[in-house]
T-cell receptor
Framework: AQSVTQPDIHITVSEGASLELRCNYSYGATPYLFWYVQSPGQGLQLLLKYFSGDTLVQGIKGFEAEFKRSQSSFNLRKPSVHWSDAAEYFCAVARNQAGTALIFGKGTTLSVSS | DAGITQSPRHKVTETGTPVTLRCHQTENHRYMYWYRQDPGHGLRLIHYSYGVKDTDKGEVSDGYSVSRSKTEDFLLTLESATSSQTSVYFC?????????????FGQGTRLTVV
């Protein structure tokens, strides 16, 4: 079965500093990988996804993520964090078949300090 | 907007009472999912459906049942609500083409069992 680990429960970053959120997955083949963001009291919004090809994927709001097969990782990065990026971030994995359920990590809460 | 509507959005119920949450979609997608979100646990899959009358259990299905008699509606029932089922419940759909499509989420239902 697939699983996702987000090692950091809570991260605080200064505004303007760079950000990296970690995600490790467990799956036998190349999975589909996703990063979602959730602002307080809101639903989930997709930031980016990976399924094949170029291992560096660009997403919305200036985020990017890099798939590293050898490390079973899909870390999310942003070069310069804005106060509005404070939210909870979820990494998710799905089997590379149509319609399979996404399995989520426990999330990382990002706080941005001024 | 993936055309997903969850109802009710908020509900307070007493221990031992039955509760049904509804997820309605307007785009006739086959694949639908129910998750619950709890602090420190991320989103956990309760049940999912691959079509009318085709449902299966997820990671945390105990105490929950589902029904899908029409493509557009996926109902989640708590037969006898317990305080441990206090949570935020999210419905999601996932288009089956292309295969790598992400899941789209409703706005959530906040359920409190007292």
């Amino acid at each position: 079965a697939q699983s996702v680990t987000q090692p950091d429960i809570h991260i605080t970053v200064s505004e303007g500093a760079s950000l990296e959120l970690r995600c490790n997955y467990s799956y036998g083949a190349t999975p589909y990988l996703f990063w979602y963001v959730q602002s307080p009291g809101q639903g989930l919004q997709l930031l980016l996804k990976y399924f094949s090809g170029d291992t560096l994927v660009q997403g919305i709001k200036g985020f990017e993520a890099e798939f590293k097969r050898s490390q079973s990782s899909f870390n999310l990065r942003k070069p310069s964090v804005h106060w509005s990026d404070a939210a909870e971030y979820f990494c998710a994995v799905a089997r590379n078949q149509a319609g399979t359920a996404l399995i989520f990590g426990k999330g990382t809460t990002l706080s941005v300090s001024s | 907007d993936a055309g997903i509507t969850q109802s009710p959005r908020h509900k307070v119920t007493e221990t031992g009472t039955p509760v049904t949450l509804r997820c309605h979609q307007t785009e006739n997608h086959r694949y639908m999912y129910w998750y619950r979100q709890d602090p420190g646990h991320g989103l956990r899959l309760i049940h999912y459906s691959y079509g009318v009358k085709d449902t299966d259990k997820g990671e945390v299905s105990d105490g929950y049942s589902v029904s899908r008699s029409k493509t557009e509606d996926f109902l989640l029932t708590l037969e006898s609500a317990t305080s441990s089922q206090t949570s935020v419940y999210f419905c999601a759909i996932r288009p089956d083409r292309p295969m790598n499509t992400e899941a789209f989420f409703g706005q959530g239902t906040r359920l409190t069992v007292v």
